[in-house]
């Protein structure tokens, strides 16, 4: 059966992403949890130890606190309270920090350092995993054993105000609450405010004993203009205020003889250099933990703060309130909460939190019983068995005293031995799954790569023996046996995986895709064997390659080799900043040996004829003498021409490397120098506003001139009058000015700037698609389609200005420029054929994704622009923003490989067919590299902090490629049933 290229292409890829999604299935562990069905109970709480007849106590330790208050403020990174900056940005927190009874800590969050799986850590106790980031924006209700749920069963009466991921997560547990939406990160006031007014009401009552409050304010500052926003301080004025009228509400309504309060000051996160937060970068995990109790000493000067783990407040809170320890919890309690405590219920706090993770110890590790940790346990439970028995026939010496604190250290040191057991153990892998995905992933790239001979011909079909496989025998024999592996697997397996829950259909459907697919594969092969060594190379019996191909080859071979170390991993940005340089020094070369190495009689403007529409500078040959018809004229006419056409053509190469290298300056990235200062934190400084907004309306005007030579006049209108309205939102926030724009607070937040944008990019979309579909059913005019897809890609250029930050308005210029010169003197004039075109914009896509910001950290993921012209959290709009906004780059540069190549009217049709296939290859390659990768690496901690953001970008990518040549085949189908 023959399939044109670009469709095979489109084909692959979509089956691909469903290979890809059946690996991250498996890939995401599901986290330790414990076998036991119930959640724990206060009557399973063990025994104190004992090695005699004694009357040691089988009830629970009495709880230390009588009321508790959980102050949760997102993002409140550790130096804002501990840093040379506390006493002026939070002066009462920090005064209690050094001069009253309290107790600080820099708590360390795992990564994901997202809301949501933070929230589950400091409740469970447990550590979520990165599949947590994708439920973080629906979650569902927590069913595992948690600090909340311990409560309510114990009849706790608790009151909620802040977040609604709480309410979404606890439903029915709080018995009075009110949640504010987290995601509209625009709002910074109300959202704080709306928790604020509940708080001197409920102070007042004395009908609750677990108050929480988050506050997600400074999250929304971070996410809109950094930690080092002129708004970051007032806020944390704001807390600090929140905290003193908290501590002296709880102070004067302390009753002599009750049990002491307890205040707690912690956030769920930090916040990176740049606002965000996501990663597992030391301004994103460390947190600060401050705990204010009359239980505490008070101290006489400000102390190092010390070091925990943020899963460890949950065991300290539960055993504090007289609770069980949720069965999940990998925590351990702090032990400078129980210091004035007694010995005895010291030892049996620590005791109980032993238990509780020893128990959980068995259920994740076959051999628990040759963990240090555990026979540490073992041998400090003996120890404490000793010291009862001796206190228990009333020894009150020094002896003794000295025994328990030996008791004491030998359970501290068994608590922290088996939590870092358990918190290797971040999750079972389905390995079924992840090798089932990577084997599909794998035979569509071979099928791939045997296809590419005949895709890159010039019929741009390829031949897929579909109906001899599905008719051989040995398809029906290789179902036959994968589906008896599939039982065999799903029937003995001690842990259930993901791929044996699904539906039998769906299971035999995938069983006979891959049988057929290793039938076409062997099929393919053996054709290819039997036609020799001429058909492999292709036509002609050999492919010349060029000094450019082999760097592009070599490039893009070099750049899948390099994911397999984490440091390239997390500078990818390097790699892509050094091929662009070699590009464009290669691609110098070719311009030199073309204008001034071979003979003159070759030409040097020669392939533009017929497309001056494409033209961004006019050359001199394009104008007429005037008054003249003589052929010296005419001859020195062309030959400026041809002479200004050859200068331009030389310093497209060196212009491109420069302004990459400009561009590369706006944004640092990466893990390494992402908190180094860079021209946009320079631009964003409130001292350079007025170059700031020069430099977004310079941007801005060239972005149209750029833009709308392509597009019909009632594009042009609407794309003038979008930007403007872009330069307005900009200004209407603030990040830019106008000239007569007054000082002052802003009567509007840009929404309706924002939306009088969207009716233009609206207009121009609808427009574009109106003659791209006129061309494709009702007339047969070229030059109509490719109006239509320029003003596609004008509409989706106008979106993107929107959503870009005003400092990276300089990087979709820049790219506009780049795009233009190489398209008019570049790939036209050297006559490049579409996969040298093809691979030249993936690259530049790759490193415009990093020149805007991004990386392969979840962290520099911009939420705030999925709230661009909305007033409330609305899901499908915010994901589709942000997500656009995160791969402009990308899609920009695949948007005009389709335009470009689209126009090419006199070069060869199957130009399209071409270059779909070159991106599809070029995104299976180092995606198939990746996952064999990490397959291998799967042990290994340090992927959740690097290779797992990596992994998600990699199937957005192919996601995004596989739209693209969707898109391709739509426009080459419609072309070839035009010719036809």
Not at 313 to 323: D, I, Y
Not at 581 to 589: I, N
Not at 645 to 659: S, V, Y
Request: glycine share 8%.
């Amino acid at each position: 059966m023959k399939v044109r290229s670009s469709v095979f292409a489109s084909f692959i890829l979509i089956f691909e992403v469903f290979g890809i999604a059946l690996f991250l299935r498996g890939f995401f562990p599901v986290p330790v949890k414990s076998s036991l069905p119930s959640k724990s109970k206060l009557s399973d709480m063990p025994t104190e130890p004992s090695t005699g007849v004694s009357h040691n106590s089988s009830e629970p330790p009495q709880p230390i606190f009588n009321k508790v208050v959980i102050m949760l403020v997102d993002a409140l990174r550790e130096d804002f309270v501990f840093g040379p900056n506390g006493p002026t940005h939070m002066p009462y927190t920090r005064q209690l920090v050094e001069r009253a009874s309290t107790h600080s800590f820099i708590a360390k969050a795992r990564a994901p350092t997202v809301t949501m799986p933070r929230i589950k850590a400091i409740t469970t106790g447990s550590i979520p995993g990165f599949i947590d980031v994708i439920m973080n924006l629906n979650s569902p209700a927590l069913l595992e054993d948690n600090l909340i749920w311990q409560a309510k069963t114990a009849g706790k009466r608790m009151v909620f105000y802040g977040d609604d991921t709480w309410v979404r997560l606890f439903p029915k547990h709080f018995m009075e609450y009110d949640g504010t939406t987290s995601f509209f990160v625009s709002d910074y006031t109300e959202v704080d405010n709306n928790v604020t007014r509940h708080l001197d009401s409920t102070l007042k009552r004395d009908d609750w004993d677990i108050l929480i409050l988050h506050y997600l304010g400074l999250d929304h500052i971070g996410h809109i203009s950094g930690p080092h926003s002129s708004l970051v301080p007032p806020k944390l004025l704001e807390m600090d205020d929140v905290l003193k009228r908290i501590h002296g509400s709880l102070i004067l309504k302390e009753a002599e003889g009750s049990l002491p309060y307890l205040l707690v000051l912690c956030g769920d996160h930090g916040m990176s250099e740049t606002g965000s937060h996501g990663g597992s970068s030391e301004a994103e995990v460390n947190t600060p933990l401050v705990l204010i109790s009359p239980a505490f000493k008070r101290k006489v000067g400000m102390e190092k703060p010390g070091t925990v783990e943020q899963v460890d407040l949950s065991p300290t809170l539960a055993l504090g309130l007289g609770l069980p320890i949720p069965q999940n919890s990998v925590g351990r309690v702090i032990p400078a909460v129980l210091e004035e405590t007694s010995l005895r219920d010291q030892l049996r706090f620590l005791h109980l939190n032993g238990h509780q993770l020893s128990c959980l110890l068995k259920d994740s590790i076959p051999a628990y019983e040759k963990d240090a940790g555990f026979e540490q346990f073992r041998v400090a439970e003996k120890s404490h068995g000793n010291w009862m028995k001796l206190y228990m026939e009333g020894n009150t010496s020094e002896v003794l005293t000295n025994m328990g604190k030996k008791v004491l250290k030998q359970y501290m040191e068994a608590l922290a031995a088996m939590s870092a057991a358990l918190s290797k153990q971040l999750g079972k892998y389905d390995m079924y799954s992840m090798t089932a995905g990577m084997v599909f992933v794998f035979q569509l790239l071979l099928v791939l790569l045997l296809a590419m001979p005949e895709a890159l011909s010039g019929a741009a079909e390829v031949d897929v023996p579909v109906l001899s496989a599905l008719l051989s025998l040995p398809f029906y024999l290789l179902c036959l046996l994968l589906a008896s592996a599939h039982v065999l697997v799903c029937t003995s397996a001690e842990s259930s995986c993901y791929f044996c829950s699904l539906s039998w259909g769906l299971v035999f459907a995938a069983v006979a895709f891959s049988s057929a697919l290793f039938c076409i594969l062997v099929s393919m092969a053996t054709r290819r064997l039997s036609q020799g060594p001429k058909m492999i190379l292709g036509k002609g019996g050999e492919w010349s390659l060029s000094e450019l191909d082999v760097v592009l080859l070599v490039g893009s071979a070099g750049h899948t080799v390099s994911l397999a170390a984490s440091s390239f991993v997390e500078e990818e940005h390097q790699t892509w900043y050094f091929l662009l340089s070699t590009l464009c020094l290669a691609v110098f070369q070719d311009v030199c040996r073309k204008y001034f190495r071979e003979e003159r009689g070759g030409g040097g403007g020669g392939g533009g004829s017929g497309d001056d529409e494409d033209h961004l500078l006019p050359t001199k040959g394009c104008h007429p003498s005037r008054g003249s018809s003589s052929s010296d004229h005419s001859h020195t006419a062309l030959r400026a021409g041809i002479f200004s056409e050859r200068w331009l053509a030389l310093a497209t190469p060196p212009f491109t490397l420069t302004c990459c290298r400009i561009l590369r300056s706006l944004n640092q990235t990466g893990v390494q120098w992402a908190h180094v200062p860079d021209m946009g934190h320079w631009l964003n400084s409130s001292e350079h506003g007025v170059v700031l907004s020069l430099v977004a309306a310079f941007s801005l005007v060239l972005i149209y001139f750029l833009v709308q030579r392509r597009c019909s006049w009632v594009s042009k209108v609407a794309l003038a009058l979008g930007l403007l309205g872009v330069y307005s939102y900009r200004a209407a926030v603030g990040n830019v000015s106008f000239p007569w724009q007054h000082a002052g607070p802003s009567t509007s937040k840009g929404t309706v700037e924002a939306r009088f944008v969207y009716i233009f990019v609206l207009g121009i979309l609808f427009t574009g698609s109106k003659d791209l579909l006129r061309s494709q059913i009702l007339t047969v005019d070229a030059r109509l389609k490719s109006r239509g897809l320029w003003e596609i890609y004008s509409g989706l250029v106008l979106l993107v200005s929107l959503l870009f930050r005003a400092h990276n308005l300089p990087v979709l210029c820049g790219g506009l420029l780049i795009q233009s010169l190489m398209a008019q003197f570049i790939w036209k004039k050297l006559h490049y054929d579409a996969a040298q075109i093809t691979i030249m914009h993936y690259w530049f896509g790759q490193a415009f994704f990093f020149f805007q910001g991004n990386s392969n950290n979840i962290a520099t993921v911009d939420i705030s622009v999925g709230f661009v012209g909305l007033e409330s959290y609305v899901e499908a709009p915010a994901i589709f923003l942000t997500a656009l906004s995160t791969y402009a780059g990308p899609l920009l540069w695949a948007c005009h490989l389709v335009c470009y190549l689209s126009s090419e009217r006199h070069r060869s049709p199957v130009m399209m067919a071409h270059g779909c296939y070159c991106l599809a290859l070029l995104r299976s390659v180092p995606v198939a590299a990746y996952i064999l990768l990490i397959t291998a690496l799967r042990y290994h901690l340090f992927i959740w902090s690097v290779f797992s953001p990596k992994l998600l970008y990699e199937a957005m990518h192919i996601l995004l490629t596989a739209g693209v040549c969707l898109f391709f085949s739509t426009v080459e189908q419609g072309h070839s049933s035009g010719k036809s």
